[in-house]
């Protein structure tokens, strides 16, 4: 599965980077393919891998902070590998054919 997710600080201020900062760092230590950008970070795993990953994300901000906003969208698509990348090289392929 593919999970986009993001979490987001509440009750903080408006400077949340280093709350992001910490879940980022969860998500990377987990091995699992990702790519955080802007807005989303993007996990791909086994399910019960990914949503260890999510929460585990989510606690690392709430130590440190009062509560957080959790946004998640799911591709869940049994025996798919790989589809973050090939996704991607799909679309990719289609805009250099014109």
């Known amino acids: ?8 600080p509440l009750g ?9 900062a910490e879940a980022v760092r969860v998500v990377r230590a987990s091995g699992l ?5 802007a807005m989303f970070t993007t996990l791909e795993g086994e399910w019960e891998a990914v ?6 994300a ?3 901000v709430l130590a440190v902070a009062p509560r957080c906003s959790l946004v998640l969208k799911a591709d ?3 025996g ?13 392929r289609y805009l250099a054919d014109g």
């Open 1 to 8: 599965m593919i999970v986009a997710f993001s979490v987001t």
């Open 12 to 20: 903080t201020g408006v400077d949340v980077g280093h709350a992001v």
């Open 33 to 37: 393919p990702n790519h955080t950008d």
């Open 51 to 56: 949503m260890a990953v999510v929460k585990q």
């Open 58 to 60: 989510s606690e690392a």
């Open 76 to 78: 869940i698509r049994p």
């Open 80 to 92: 798919v590998t790989d589809a973050m990348t090939a996704k991607v090289a799909t679309v990719e």
